[in-house]
T-cell receptor, first 112, second 115 residues
Framework: KAGVTQTPRYLIKTRGQQVTLSCSPI?????VSWYQQTPGQGLQFLFE???????NKGNFPGRFSGRQFSNSRSEMNVSTLELGDSALYLC???????????FGSGTQLSVL | DQQVKQNSPSLSVQEGRISILNCDYT??????FLWYKKYPAEGPTFLIS?????DKNEDGRFTVFLNKSAKHLSLHIVPSQPGDSAVYFC??????????????FGQGTILTVHP
């Protein structure tokens, strides 16, 4: 099976802009989660989607949003970008096995 | 509130010796733990897990030990190999929930294995 695919791999934006990141999960996986990784905060949970419904949301402002499509593909959006949003954004998919996530390689977002 | 803590930011070990990575947690509701390994420019990959009904789980060179009374777990790698050099994260799933994808991660420990 193909792994989790995230696009784009790298992204450079300026403050105030918005960005959309895309994730294609492993075929058959219905759960998709998003994480933010920064040097200071480590890996922080953003949100999780299962069958097009948001099941959980982490402690992030409303500028961070996401959605999942009927084919399980997911997108996350960050509006009004701030410098502190510079991070590696990781998508993960899973079967119904708690915690065993398969991660993509991530999208490295730089906000200038 | 850092519910999962890895207090050692880095660990350096000689090839062939044992690597011991430690993790502490504060939430007594956590009943399942996982270790992930991450190489630069890649996403984390699942390594090994342990349920709270066990105190040890082994998979090849990797063994995880769980001490529930101390709220402590450790990952042992024996023997260590240069290819094991990576960042290691311990993690716990959403306590008491039905989430499949929400994990609380520790800050990670950078393991360097010298030839």
């Amino acid at each position: 099976k193909a792994g989790v695919t995230q696009t784009p791999r790298y992204l450079i934006k300026t403050r105030g802009q918005q960005v959309t990141l895309s994730c294609s999960p492993i075929s058959g996986h219905r759960s998709v989660s998003w994480y933010q990784q920064t040097p200071g905060q480590g890996l922080q949970f953003l949100f999780e989607y299962f069958s097009e419904t948001q099941r959980n949301k982490g402690n992030f402002p409303g500028r961070f949003s996401g959605r999942q499509f009927s084919n399980s593909r997911s997108e996350m959006n960050v509006s009004t970008l701030e410098l502190g949003d510079s991070a590696l954004y990781l998508c993960a998919s899973s079967e119904i096995i708690q915690g065993k996530l398969f991660f993509g390689s991530g999208t490295q977002l730089s906000v200038l | 509130d850092q519910q999962v803590k890895q207090n050692s930011p880095s660990l350096s070990v000689q090839e062939g010796r044992i690597s011991i990575l430690n993790c502490d947690y504060t939430n007594s509701m956590f009943d399942y733990f996982l270790w992930y390994k991450k190489y630069p420019a890649e996403g984390p990959t699942f390594l090994i897990s342990i349920s709270s009904i066990k105190d040890k789980n082994e998979d090849g060179r990797f063994t995880v030990f769980l001490n529930k009374s101390a709220k402590h777990l450790s990952l042992h790698i024996v023997p260590s190999q240069p290819g094991d050099s990576a960042v290691y994260f311990c993690a716990a799933p959403n306590a008491g929930g039905t989430s499949y994808g929400k994990l609380t991660f520790g800050q990670g420990t950078i393991l360097t294995v010298h030839p």
